[in-house]
């Protein structure tokens, strides 16, 4: 019999909501218009097919990506997977998590001075946003305790 893993609720991966259900919503649309364009316009031509297609890939590709943004904690760390780039990050390199006013999604401030944005956070999520902001927060805070507040 498989044994069942229970895991901690606040190491739920981070992800955005709203920009989530657009950007897919955005790319199946374009993937519709674009067969559309290719199989209703009589007067494309192969190569304009192609261009068309390809074309829609990309832009398709772009709201995937876009789409598939988060940030992945576990004991060790925070991976975050922003639209360009991933890069993981132990607990102790993480000096502050900040969600100030103004700003699009969550910023970590780095032991190198660096700061990085976490785009599975963002702030078109109004208070869900919040909510995890304080999680990811907490988590911060949890796995970079010392015994002195120093």
């Known amino acids: 019999m498989p044994t069942l893993t229970v895991v ?27 067969g559309l364009l290719i199989a209703y316009l009589p007067t494309l031509n192969l190569g304009d097919q192609l261009g068309f297609a390809i074309v829609g890939l990309l ?37 502050s998590v900040r969600f100030g ?14 700061t990085l944005a976490v785009m599975g956070i963002q702030r078109a999520d109004g208070a869900y946003a919040d909510a995890e902001a304080r999680r990811l927060a907490t988590l911060v805070a949890q796995h970079t305790a010392t015994d002195r507040d120093d």
């Open 101 to 114: 006013s103004g700003r699009p999604w969550v910023q970590l401030d780095l032991s190198d001075g660096d």
């Open 59 to 95: 832009i398709a590709g772009f709201c995937w990506r876009q789409a598939s943004v988060r940030a992945r904690v576990d004991d060790d760390g925070v991976t975050v997977r922003n639209l360009v780039y991933t890069r993981r990050l132990e607990w102790a390199e993480i000096v």
């Open 8 to 34: 901690d609720p606040s190491y739920r991966t981070f992800r955005p909501r709203a920009a989530r259900v657009v950007t897919l919503v955005m790319a199946a649309v374009v993937l519709v218009l674009t």
